[in-house]
């Protein structure tokens, strides 16, 4: 009977000095420390171990290995800008606004049949014209446009200029002031697309400047064939086209639906329904605008 009980006490001390905390000269020890400290993967890490018995390194290192998303899918909190009702956080009772992004899919291919078909539905800029919005695209112009299309948007960037007499160009870039590009004033699309995958000898953007700065170069070419026309195309006003909106109007238009919301909300019936005319006739006149170009 002594030595069971001598021989318990010695398993006990064993046991529990198997379970020592740790301190500052000892690390400690744990009994099986897999129900506590779960072996991890990590995204692009190879840390494979001797510890992850139950995995190969060669599978450890498949599934560390980044992996592309589901097709479809978006990412919470990016959606495609085209969609008011995501962006305004309208879609659903419990739906939240998002802003628009530079983390959306582009639904063109790179076909010319898939260029006139952006030039056909991307319409207007999603953007207000804002001075930093513009000074922005003008920054952005200059340095990734303007050595070919010319800093005034003329097509005699640097590259082929009169004064750089070394240049051997196989293509003339494109004169943003030529009615061609300015018959574009009704349509957006054929510049973002262009953006995106490129035209002929010039190469795609789409790498280089984002969703948001891409919108930005496109309101600076827009600035650009305002000034040789003698126009105006700013935050204050736009006398180029009726597509894209000054940030003062967008905030004038904010304005009025606000006043209109409260009228609906405190008229009689008859008012009420008069209001509703006036909203559903503003919203007419937008989408025939867009319909027409």
Same mark, same amino acid.
């Given at each position: 009977?002594?030595?069971?009980?001598?021989?318990?006490?010695?398993?006990?001390?064993?046991?529990? /000095?198997?379970?020592? /905390?740790?301190?500052?000269?000892?690390?400690?020890?744990?009994?099986?420390?897999?129900?506590? @400290?779960?072996?991890?993967?990590? $995204?692009?890490?190879?840390?494979?171990?001797?510890?992850?018995?139950?995995?190969?390194?060669?599978?450890?290192?498949?599934?560390?290995?980044?992996?592309?998303?589901?097709?479809?899918?978006?990412?919470?909190?990016?959606?495609?800008?085209?969609?008011?009702?995501?962006?305004?956080? /309208?879609?659903?009772?419990?739906?939240?606004?998002?802003?628009?992004?530079?983390?959306?899919?582009?639904?063109?291919?790179?076909?010319?049949?898939?260029?006139?078909?952006?030039?056909?539905?991307?319409?207007?800029?999603?953007?207000?014209?804002?001075? %930093?919005?513009?000074?922005?695209?003008?920054?952005?112009?200059?340095?990734?446009? %303007?050595?070919?299309?010319?800093?005034?948007?003329?097509?005699?960037?640097?590259?082929?200029?009169?004064?750089?007499?070394?240049?051997?160009?196989?293509?003339?870039?494109?004169?943003?002031?030529? $009615?061609?590009?300015?018959?574009?004033?009704?349509?957006?699309?054929?510049?973002?697309?262009?953006?995106?995958?490129?035209?002929?000898?010039?190469?795609?953007?789409?790498?280089?400047?984002?969703?948001?700065?891409?919108? @930005?170069?496109?309101?600076?070419?827009?600035?650009?064939? $305002?000034? $040789?026309?003698?126009?105006?195309?700013?935050?204050?006003?736009?006398?180029?086209?009726?597509?894209?909106?000054?940030?003062? /109007?967008?905030? %004038?238009?904010?304005?009025?639906?606000?006043?209109?919301?409260?009228?609906?909300?405190?008229?009689?019936?008859?008012? @009420?329904?008069?209001?509703? @005319?006036? %909203?559903?006739?503003?919203?007419?006149?937008?989408?025939?605008?867009?319909?027409?170009?």
């Amino acid at each position: 009977m002594k030595n069971f009980i001598l021989a318990l006490c010695i398993c006990s001390i064993l046991i529990l /000095s198997s379970c020592s /905390s740790a301190d500052r000269n000892d690390t400690g020890t744990e009994y099986m420390p897999d129900m506590f @400290h779960s072996i991890a993967y990590e $995204a692009n890490l190879n840390d494979y171990y001797y510890y992850n018995t139950w995995d190969t390194e060669a599978e450890y290192t498949k599934l560390a290995q980044p992996r592309e998303p589901v097709a479809g899918t978006i990412a919470r909190g990016y959606a495609a800008p085209t969609d008011k009702k995501y962006i305004d956080g /309208s879609a659903t009772t419990n739906a939240i606004a998002i802003p628009v992004n530079g983390s959306v899919p582009y639904y063109y291919e790179d076909t010319e049949e898939e260029r006139t078909r952006a030039m056909k539905e991307i319409i207007s800029n999603p953007y207000p014209i804002t001075a %930093a919005g513009l000074k922005t695209g003008e920054e952005l112009y200059n340095t990734f446009c %303007a050595i070919c299309h010319g800093k005034k948007g003329d097509g005699n960037g640097w590259l082929v200029d009169e004064a750089n007499l070394g240049a051997a160009y196989p293509a003339q870039p494109a004169n943003f002031l030529d $009615a061609t590009f300015k018959a574009a004033g009704d349509s957006n699309g054929r510049y973002y697309h262009s953006i995106m995958y490129g035209k002929n000898v010039m190469g795609g953007y789409s790498d280089k400047i984002s969703y948001e700065e891409r919108w @930005h170069v496109i309101h600076w070419i827009r600035a650009l064939q $305002a000034k $040789a026309d003698g126009k105006e195309y700013n935050e204050k006003i736009n006398t180029l086209n009726n597509i894209d909106t000054p940030m003062a /109007s967008k905030k %004038a238009m904010a304005k009025v639906e606000g006043t209109m919301s409260h009228d609906n909300g405190s008229h009689d019936g008859e008012g @009420h329904g008069e209001m509703h @005319h006036k %909203a559903d006739h503003h919203d007419g006149d937008s989408h025939d605008h867009g319909d027409e170009h």
